[in-house]
């Protein structure tokens, strides 16, 4: 049986996370991932993949397609709207690519598993952005959710976030210590073959690559590769 739940979209910082619950915390996390309209759905398969490898059961994956349309302010959803390069979002307290109360409504669902299950810890993969952010990944989102949940009369649910002071290179360099394949993760918000390279998630994460003087696994339109 599960000891806790960790929510793993796939990417880099969400993966790293697992494979740091697993290999590190000697945690057994059921794994749930989210399926939301996002252009770079590729991810899921990622999430699902490596919850396989590590033997983390039970998998779940939520359908939440049919809210796409509460969604339709963010570039990662709106077929309308361009996904922007890093130069567009700098300064911006609030980029295109957020998804509007998207991880108040994850935790907010998992934390229901949670119940199910009869686990009270759940782990998401919040990190420090040094170039663009947002809200629903700071320090003092944790703590007011952290508060709500602790009203629970029966079961309060606690969320960790134990990346949420790191940066991408810090996470990187974790993941590269315990054997994490980048090669199967996916953070391009593009839905493409290649990653674009140059959205904003794409310049964290070659930054981070860079910063370690590595070459990232995953194939680049910018790159050639």
């Not at 979209?9 to 290999?23: A, E, F, R």
Request: glycine share 4%; hydrophobic share 40%.
């Amino acid at each position: 049986m599960p000891d806790s739940i960790a929510i793993v979209s796939g990417g880099m910082d969400s993966v790293t996370l697992l494979h740091h619950l697993v290999k590190v915390e000697k945690r057994h996390p059921a794994v749930i991932t989210f399926a939301y309209g996002q252009k770079h759905d590729k991810e899921v398969a990622f999430a699902k993949a490596h919850a396989e490898t590590l033997e983390c059961k039970p998998f779940q994956l939520l359908d939440l397609s049919a809210f796409a349309p509460l969604f339709a302010s963010s570039s990662l959803v709106s077929e309308q709207l361009d996904i922007p390069n890093i130069e567009a979002v700098l300064g911006d307290p609030q980029p295109s690519t957020y998804v509007p109360n998207r991880n108040m409504m994850f935790l907010a669902l998992t934390a229901a598993w949670a119940e199910t299950l009869q686990v009270s810890d759940i782990y998401y993969g919040a990190q420090r952005h040094d170039i663009y952010g947002y809200w629903d990944t700071t320090p003092q989102f944790l703590a007011h959710i952290n508060a709500i949940f602790s009203l629970n009369r029966k079961m309060p649910i606690h969320i960790h976030a134990p990346f949420i002071n790191e940066s991408k290179t810090d996470i990187l360099q974790r993941g590269l210590t315990m054997g994490v394949n980048y090669a199967q993760t996916w953070s391009c918000y593009e839905g493409n073959l290649k990653a674009c390279g140059t959205c904003p998630t794409c310049a964290e994460r070659l930054k981070a690559f860079a910063d370690l003087q590595m070459i990232d696994p995953v194939p680049y339109m910018l790159l050639g590769n």
